[in-house]
């Protein structure tokens, strides 16, 4: 039995999914069903579209849920891969929701990219972004916002991803975000951070705070019109960063964490603490294995799908473990 993980967005690269595309029926059909349910060439997007393309949220979201998705059904189709449990990083969440059967794949499609186009217009550009904070507390990244927000006059600013420990994204305003930047020293702390750095990310809109309210009411409409299951395993949503099983609750969370923190760290731990540490990356890149080196690099064994030699790999540990 093994735990499906899902990336989220940063994961998004040219080519993903075309090597699942070209050697395995089950991704074929399901890249075919994605593109019919948003009338657009979805092989087209992501086997070759430009980093620029890909990097809109609009597009990133569906074409980050149509690998994932894709990939977990190689996995069970192929290679009989058992599910015990799985969670996503933000969009992600939506492929783990597809893969346990809680929500079907051609609504969720249409709803992630709704999803995409209302993060991105709640939001003029320019007035909203994140920065990634690397060797503070969680407790250090809330003080720090509050002290951005009382001294420069600018809000909001709040932590918006718990990724691993010593890495915490803030998103807000721009306006906080460059005062931050021009005003950073440790000595603002009650207890200094031993080293701590900023890191400005290059994304479209400033998610998981406040500012995506608009879109979060967007998205209660879609998703309250969709029908939700109790899912065939275990689910750790980011809203709660706990399992939830009632269809009722996993839609509530899932409308929730549009503008609430993802709260990564203390999820993978949650999965640490029932043993669910035999993990698959199931979509495009690296990301999900990177942040659980840090969270715990002797606890997880985290697999990858992003070739050929990849799922051999899965292969053959899932035949090992099965003697």
């Not at 309210?213 to 029908?227: C, G, Q, S, V």
Request: aromatic share 8%.
């Amino acid at each position: 039995m093994m735990t499906l993980l899902f990336p989220g967005q940063g994961s998004q690269q040219p080519g993903m999914g075309r090597f699942l595309f070209e050697n395995f029926k089950a991704a074929k059909e399901t890249f075919e069903e994605a593109s019919e349910a948003l009338s657009q060439d979805m092989k087209k997007l992501c086997f070759d579209g430009t980093e620029a393309e890909l990097a809109l949220t609009e597009n990133t979201q569906p074409a980050l849920l149509v690998v994932s998705t894709a990939t977990q059904r190689v996995l069970k189709s192929e290679y009989h891969l058992k599910v015990s449990a799985s969670a996503g990083h933000s969009i992600g969440e939506y492929a783990a929701l597809v893969a346990a059967n809680v929500i079907d794949f051609a609504p969720a499609m249409r709803a992630v990219r709704t999803r995409g186009q209302a993060m991105q217009s709640a939001v003029p550009v320019g007035q909203g972004g994140m920065i990634a904070t690397l060797g503070l507390e969680p407790d250090q990244a809330q003080f720090l916002c509050d002290f951005v927000v009382k001294n420069s006059g600018f809000s909001p600013l709040s932590p918006a991803n718990f990724n691993s420990p010593g890495q915490i994204v803030l998103s807000g305003s721009m306006k906080a975000i460059e005062w931050l930047k021009a005003n950073f020293k440790p000595e603002i702390f009650p207890e200094p951070p031993k080293r701590a750095k900023l890191i400005p990310l290059n994304v479209s809109a400033p998610f998981h705070c406040e500012m995506m309210l608009p879109a979060e009411k967007k998205m209660r409409e879609i998703l309250t019109a969709m029908e939700f299951r109790a899912p065939e395993f275990k689910i750790v949503q980011n809203f709660t960063a706990n399992f939830e099983n009632k269809p009722e609750q996993l839609r509530e969370n899932l409308i929730r964490q549009v503008s609430a923190p993802v709260r990564w760290t203390e999820s993978m731990e949650v999965l640490k603490t029932q043993g669910l540490t035999k993990c698959v990356e199931s979509g495009a890149g690296k990301v999900v294995a990177g942040l659980l080196k840090k969270i715990d690099s002797e606890a997880f064994t985290v697999f990858g799908t992003n070739s050929l030699e990849d799922l051999k790999l899965i292969e053959e540990f899932l035949k090992a473990s099965s003697h």
